[in-house]
């Protein structure tokens, strides 16, 4: 059974910064696209970032050159570093990452459960 866990939110002030980090953990052959997902209060769930099992990352518009995403491979953990936060990166964050659970097989999509984060004075 793969799962995915989220870490790294909590409260922060306009201006501050905090490390999400999104582990996988279970049997699977390999970890391809993982992407950060946010659902601010009383809107629908959208894009932040992803990233491919080559690197290559893209982010939406709204956190371009304040967030990054990484990964690192041998600990199967995704990372979200967002600086410059402001009160509208208030939300919940999601990871989601499409996994090969065994070779040759095709990929399955997996969320995880959340961390809340709250960009407030």
């Known amino acids: 059974q793969v799962q995915l866990v989220e870490s790294g939110g909590g409260l922060v002030q306009p201006g501050g910064s905090l490390r999400l980090s999104c582990a996988a953990s279970g049997s699977f052959f390999t970890i391809n696209t993982v992407a950060w997902y946010r659902q601010p209060p009383g809107k629908q769930r959208e894009l932040v970032a992803s990233?491919?099992?080559?690197?290559?990352?893209n982010y939406a518009d709204s956190v371009k050159g304040r967030f990054t995403i990484s990964r690192d491979n041998a600990k199967n953990t995704v990372y979200l570093q967002m600086n410059s936060l402001k009160p509208e990166d208030t939300a919940v964050y999601y990871c989601?990452?499409?996994?090969?659970?065994?070779?040759?097989?095709?990929?399955?999509?997996?969320w995880g459960q959340g961390t809340q984060v709250t960009v407030s004075s």
């Open positions: 989601y990452a499409g996994i090969q659970t065994r070779k040759f097989f095709s990929e399955n999509y997996f």
């Open positions: 990233i491919t099992g080559g690197g290559t990352t």
